[in-house]
Structure formats: C-alpha cells, structure tokens
C-alpha cells in the first residue's frame, strides 16, 4: 500500500460518501426539476445536501449555497459576477500567492478587459502585507479576492478582518476556501465574508464538484445561463450524484473537524520536527504558527524537487514539489519566491499534506526513508560537497 | 507525472559516472539555478591522443536533468574531443529514448556543458549562445524565441500564419492565447496591430480591393526556388507549405484537398481528403506530391500517409 501524503492536490473519496452517491446513479436517477416522483427523490437529496454544506461552513442560510463544477469555477464566477454587478468599480484586489483559479483569470482580467489588479505581497512566511492591503483599498475596489489558506505552505490569511476592512469600502469580499473548508473552524454567519468558494475532492467527495457561498443579499451575476437550477444562479442540470457525496463529505468533515486539528496536526508536527532534526540545510515554509492542521512544506536546500518526488515515488510515498520542473515551467512556485524563499531551496520545496486517514506507521515510515533520498540527491548536487554546502560551483547562467 | 522512458529511469535511479573528478583537466559548468537546473561536467583527457579517458558529472536538478548528465557520460567516455562536439542534445535524447518537450533544456544543458568543458580543456571562453525561452506549445516544443523569429522574419501577423510556419498551436490549442501574446508583443514593436482571429475565413466583403488579397498571398510563395544548402526544419516546412499551396487547386478540382500533418525530417505526413482519400488514387496523388516536393526541396524527402504515423 502507497503513502498517500498529497491530499492537498486531491483526497480519497471516503466509502460512506461512496455509498450515499451510489443510489443516485440507479434508482434516484431522476431529473430534480421534473414534476413527478424520480424528481422529487432527488431534489429532496439535493436540498439535504445544501444544509450540510450550510451547516460545514457556518452559514446562516441554506439557500445561500450554490453548487458549482468545483473550486476553479467558483472562483471565476465570484469575480466576474462582482465585476458585473459593479461595473464602475474597476479595480481588483487579491495577493501574489493565490492559486491559478484566481491568479491566473485576474491576469486575463488585465491584460485583455483592463481592469485594475492590486496584488498584495507577503512577507517571509507567507503572511500578507497589512499595509499594503490597506492601501489597495478603495472605492474604485469591485471585489476583493482572497485565499483563506494557501495550497502550498497551509499559512492562514485572516479573512474575516480582511472582510471587514473591504466593506468599509463598499467592495465585496470573496475568499477562496477550497483547502480551508472541513480544515478548520468557520462561521460565516458572523463574518463579513460575502462569497466563499470550495471544492469537493479536497474534502474526500469526488472531483468536479464545489460550491459557492453567497451571502444573503448580495449582488450576484450568474456565470452559466440557461435552465433555473439553484435558483437562476447556475444554470445546467445538477450533478445530482455529486452534489449528493459532497453533502455526506461535509457532514462527515464537520464531525471529523476535532481529529484534523488533533491527530492530523500532531502527525504533521511529527512528521516535520523529525524531518528537521535528521536532515541538514532544511527548513519549513510558511507560518508554523498558523497554518493549516494538516500541511507541512518542507524547504530541502541544493537538490530539485522534481528528482525528490521520483526517489520518493519508489518507496510508494506520494507528494508534491513547487520546483518548476513538476509544472513544466521553468520558474518555481510562485509562492515560494512570493516569500522570498532562494532558489536553491525553492526548487526542493516539498509538500506533504496529510488527511484523516493518515496513520502514525506511515509517518514512521517517510522520516524512516527522507534522510537517505536527500542524501542520495545531494550526493549528485554539484553545490554539496561532504563537508555540506558550497558556494564554491557559479555555473555560466543560461 | 512525466512519461518517462525506461532508459531515461534508468540513468536516473543509477546514474552513471556521478561525483567528483579529481584528475579532471576539463571542467564545464553551466545551467542556472533558477531554472531548477545546473550541471559541472568534468572530463579526464588524453593530451596525446585527445580521447576523453573518463568523465564525471554533479547535477542539481530534476529526474530528466540527471538521466542526461549521466547519458552524456556514457555517450562521451572513449571519444576523441572532436568526436565528442559532435554529440548535440538531439541525441542525448534519443539515447533516452525521448524526453518530453517541457524538459528538451535538460539535454540542452548537458550539450552546453561539454562545450564549455571542452573549451575550458582548449583554453578557449565558451559563450553560451543558445536563446530558450518560455515554452508556448508543448504539442511541438515551439518556445517563444521560435515564434518571434518565425513573425519577425516572414511578417506574420494572424495567428493561423504563424501555425503555417512554426506548427506551434496546430495540435490541442491550448497555446493559443500565448501565441497571440507573442504575436502581439513582436506586431507592438513593429507598430502594428494583432489581426483579430481570422475564425473561419471571415465573411467575405462584397468589394474586395485587390490590395486587400494580395499581401496574404505573397509571403507563402516568396521562395520556394531549390536552395544548394542544407535547410533547416523552418526553411522546409515553409517550402512545403507552399508546395502543397501550389498543388492544391488541382486535388481540389477532383474534389480533394491535402494537409500537411507533420514533418519530421526527411519524412513529411499529410492527409488527404475528400475525394483523394481513401479512393484508387491516393497513392498516385501521394506519389504526385512527392516528386513536386522532391522538385522545390532539391533533396529527398519521403511523402507518407498520415495514417502511417509512428503512434505515440
Ligand atoms: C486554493 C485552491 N483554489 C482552487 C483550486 C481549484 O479547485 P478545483 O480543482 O475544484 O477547480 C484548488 C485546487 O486545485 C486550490 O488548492
Ligand atoms: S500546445 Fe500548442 S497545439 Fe497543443
């Protein structure tokens, strides 16, 4: 059995939100907008699962939840719909570590609609520049965007102060929450937080399935026209038996929520200070002390993260690398230079995420292997030598 | 996850010839380290008879950029200095059996490394002279430098001509947009405009000036004459392009019409449609579109069936 440890990227569908889809595809196959019993069964799924979605994230009504494909386009949606409704509001806030889904639609919104995107830095550990978003704000500002933890590192951005502070000037304030939600607490009826976007497969429901969450009362611009389904606000037949495994995955995230935050973060702490400790010229990305439960991003100086992720591979361990070479382009992570993290660690920055299933032989295992697959890399780095770095190699840049 | 080849895995799970040389008397270093990739070749050579005696490689980089340090020794341990400039990336990937476009720079890299090494060895500056740039198309390994040249040289200004000559954008179509950045930028400095996608032969006005019609036609037959040198890839694609231009009123008067697929050296695919494929004629016709090709290109070339294509 492989050691699953990138459930940043994706998780394992757990068997009991399996099980409730499984009827879906059979005998409640019906069309939840036809007017004859198959629809109504459906429906009534469909609106259990908008409460458990409601009730994951704190929200004060069900009605505010929309399903959606997943977290890409939820974030889509949110800006353009804020930009739409607001049209003489030009201008975008968001920070320079956000993921593509919001990153790289704010560029496209630039470069060929020309708006206005203030992108606010962060400091060493992948906390936000405060002074920076203040002064970004203002009533020019249509939407705020940003992400409530970040992909890479699991550092917590405080998006409910950011809210607060957005309102002051009439924008709207939109968080990105695909690898916040069922990670840790939220309360979104007592915040000012408008719109939220998660997706189903970081939480142990199926691939291609999110929500967004719209505060009551806000102006809203659908992305997809068409049918009435959710209200108007989504148009397309639902993903009836995806909606449905979401819903369980929520309702089984909200009573797995103290075992995230025990469990899980005391693997990940051990898991980390052991790797730490056995392995010269390394060292954690992001904010130790608020981050993510279940995160752990590890810095390994002189070697690629690519080569890491190969080694690893072998001994069945999964995980994930900000070096370039896993995105086929040619820069690293653009949240490890973000933080100002040198390319000589930000090429072997590896990430390793853990879920509820995770167990302690696994751990044991990975800080059992990481020390020689390090070892064996370096060995081959022209910047290491025995005695440990060394400055001594300049190659010609090309 | 990459498509690694099992010869690729290989050198990079059991490298070859890694470490220190220490009675090296050549040493190249190259690479950068915010590409994620640096190497420093170290050859051992025979000043007598110039034969690299032994080589060893140090690498920082990814699975591919190892495995090619490692090919790269074994491909030059035995060979003479000479002998050695003659190993170019091409083959250090061939060794491989293939890497995937996104990482052709790792077998770039080793090239370069020799190179300097063997400078170093000669007591010559080695100047790295190689432009890659950002990756656009992945489906043919098209970077932006490629695409920049292709516009500035032959005056592109569509984003249709620029697939005519490059192929870049001619498979999936996801490097679209990023080509009509490129475009954009080179038309910008030129003080031109990005033509508006040409989707679908626009409508044609009722009254087309004749000036309207003829500066898209002029450069496709600029030059089609046989040149005496050896052609690069850009140079016999551009020929054939026209080529085929030329012969195609004729296939469509039968009701045909042919497209280039792809050339990969000497061998150039196309497909043949409408009434030519399929029926009687076909290999009359790929043969006709031979020997025209044979004609302009001045060198031998072989015309296959699309349908003959290596399968990848
Ligand atoms: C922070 C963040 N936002 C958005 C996404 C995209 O979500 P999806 O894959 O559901 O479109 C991801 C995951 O890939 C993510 O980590
Ligand atoms: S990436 Fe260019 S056609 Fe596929």
Excluded at chain 1, 156 to 171: C, D, N, R, T, Y
Aim: hydrophobic share 40%; aromatic share 6%; glycine share 8%.
């Amino acid at each position: 059995m492989g050691i699953y440890l990138d459930n940043n990227a994706t998780t394992r569908v757990d068997d009991a939100v399996v099980a409730e889809m499984l009827p879906l595809f059979t005998e409640h196959f019906g069309n939840p907008s036809s007017m004859h019993g198959y629809g109504a069964a459906v429906g009534g799924k469909i609106e259990w699962a908008r409460g458990e979605v409601q009730k994951l994230l704190g929200a004060a009504f069900d009605t505010e939840i929309v399903f959606t494909s997943g977290g890409t386009e939820s974030d889509n949606t949110a800006i353009l719909s804020a930009l739409k409704a607001y049209p003489k509001r030009r201008e975008i806030v968001t920070s320079v570590v956000e993921h593509p889904a919001v990153l790289s639609f704010c560029d496209y919104l630039e470069s060929k609609e020309g708006y206005k995107v203030h992108r606010i830095p962060v400091d060493g550990k992948g906390d936000l520049d405060m002074a920076a978003y203040e002064a970004a704000l203002s009533e020019n500002v249509a939407i705020v965007s940003i992400m409530w933890a970040n992909n890479e590192t699991g550092t917590i951005f405080p998006v409910e102060q950011l809210a607060v502070m957005a309102k002051k000037v009439g924008a709207l304030f939109h968080t990105d929450a695909v690898q916040a939600v069922g990670k840790i607490p939220m309360d979104l009826a007592n915040s000012e937080i408008d719109m939220l976007s998660l997706s189903g497969h970081k939480l142990h429901a199926p691939k291609g399935v999110g929500a967004l969450y719209l505060k009551r009362g806000i102006r809203f611009r659908p992305l997809f026209r068409g049918g009435h389904q959710e209200r108007g606000r989504r148009a397309g037949t639902e993903n009836a038996p995806a909606i449905v495994g979401l819903g369980k995955a929520c309702q089984l995230a909200r009573e797995a929520l103290p075992v995230e935050l025990g469990q899980v973060a005391a693997l990940r702490d051990r898991l980390e200070s052991a790797l730490i400790e056995a392995i010269p010229n390394c060292f954690v990305t992001g904010n130790p002390a608020n981050r993510l439960p279940n995160t752990a991003n590890i810095a390994f100086e002189f070697i690629e993260g690519e080569a890491i992720l190969l080694l690893m591979n072998e001994f069945g361990i999964a995980a994930s690398s900000g070096s370039a070479c896993t995105s086929g382009s040619l820069e690293p992570s653009h949240v490890m230079r973000a933080m100002g993290v040198p390319y000589t660690a930000a090429h072997g920055a590896t990430r390793f995420s853990l879920s509820r299933d995770t167990t302690q032989a696994e751990i044991d295992k990975v800080i059992e292997v990481m020390p020689g697959i390090i070892e064996r890399l370096r060995k081959l780095s022209p910047y290491w030598t025995n005695q440990g770095a060394s400055t001594a190699f300049q190659p010609v840049y090309s | 996850m990459w498509n690694y080849s099992d010869k690729l895995k290989e050198h990079f799970f059991n490298p070859k010839n890694s470490g220190v040389l220490e009675e090296a008397n050549a040493v190249g270093e190259v690479g950068s380290i915010s590409c994620g990739d640096a190497l420093r070749l170290m050859l051992k050579v025979e000043p007598e008879t110039q034969v690299i005696q032994d080589a060893r490689f140090q690498t920082f980089g990814c699975g591919s950029a190892i495995a090619s340090s490692s090919a790269l020794t074994e491909m030059i341990i035995g060979k003479t200095v000479d002998e050695a400039l003659l190993v170019t990336n091409k083959d250090i990937a061939d060794y491989l059996q293939g890497l995937p476009p996104e990482k052709m720079h790792c077998s770039v890299m080793g090239a370069e490394a020799l190179r300097a090494a063997i400078a170093n060895y000669r007591g010559e500056e080695w100047v790295d002279d190689h432009d890659e740039g950002q990756l656009i198309c992945k489906c043919f390994g098209i970077d932006a430098p490629m695409i920049e040249r292709a516009v500035e040289v032959n005056g592109l200004t569509t984003l249709e001509e620029v697939t005519n000559y490059t192929k870049a954008g001619g498979s999936c179509k996801t490097c679209h947009e990023a080509i009509e950045d490129v475009l954009e930028a080179v038309l910008a400095k030129q003080g031109k405009k990005l033509e508006p996608a040409a989707g679908a032969a626009a409508p044609a006005p009722a009254v087309i000036g004749l000036d309207q019609i003829a500066p898209l036609a002029a450069p496709v037959t600029a030059k089609p004459a046989a040149p005496a040198k050896k052609l690069s890839n850009v140079q016999r694609m551009q020929i054939v392009i026209a080529a085929l231009d030329e012969m195609r009123p004729y296939l469509k008067a039968d009701g045909g019409d042919v497209e280039l697929i792809d050339i990969d050296g000497k061998n150039i695919y196309v497909r043949l449609s409408g009434a030519c494929s399929g029926c009687q004629m076909a290999s009359v016709t790929i043969e006709g579109i031979q020997t025209k090709l044979v004609e302009k290109l001045g060198e031998l070339v072989r015309v296959i069936p699309h349908t003959m294509m290596a399968a990848e």
